[in-house]
């Protein structure tokens, strides 16, 4: 069973920096996509970035893609975000996923979730 364990959320003041690391375990992680999404209060979750397990292609969603940046590390089986220039708007609870696809509609489907680890941005 796959477990995801993410870690370096905070309190950060607004135009400051985090880096996110998320720990797989469970399983050989190869032909696969992991990623990150977010919830704030309120909002329903969205997606914010994904990286291929082999060759480490990226994609970070638009709005985002000027300060966001992911990577992984496939030695220590770890997958981070930095987040830069942040602002309140980026409050939210932020969760690791793995197994990322999508279904004929275009939605999200994931196979594994992280407990998700809070990221709050003072303004």
């Known amino acids: 069973q796959v477990q995801l364990v993410e870690s370096g959320g905070g309190l950060v003041q607004a135009g400051g920096s985090l880096r996110l690391s998320c720990a797989a375990s469970g399983r050989t992680f190869s032909n696969t996509v992991m990623g990150w999404f977010r919830q704030a209060p309120g909002k329903e979750r969205e997606f914010v970035a994904g990286i291929t397990w082999i060759g480490g292609s990226t994609y970070v969603t638009d709005s985002l893609k000027a300060r966001f940046t992911i990577s992984r590390d496939n030695a220590k089986n770890t997958i981070d975000l930095q987040m830069n220039n942040l602002k309140p708007e980026d409050t939210a609870v932020y969760y690791c996923?793995?197994?990322?696809?999508?279904?004929?509609?275009?939605?999200?489907?994931?196979?594994?979730w992280g407990q998700g680890t809070q990221v709050t941005v003072s303004s």
């Open positions: 996923a793995a197994d990322l696809n999508y279904d004929g509609s275009g939605s999200p489907v994931v196979g594994s």
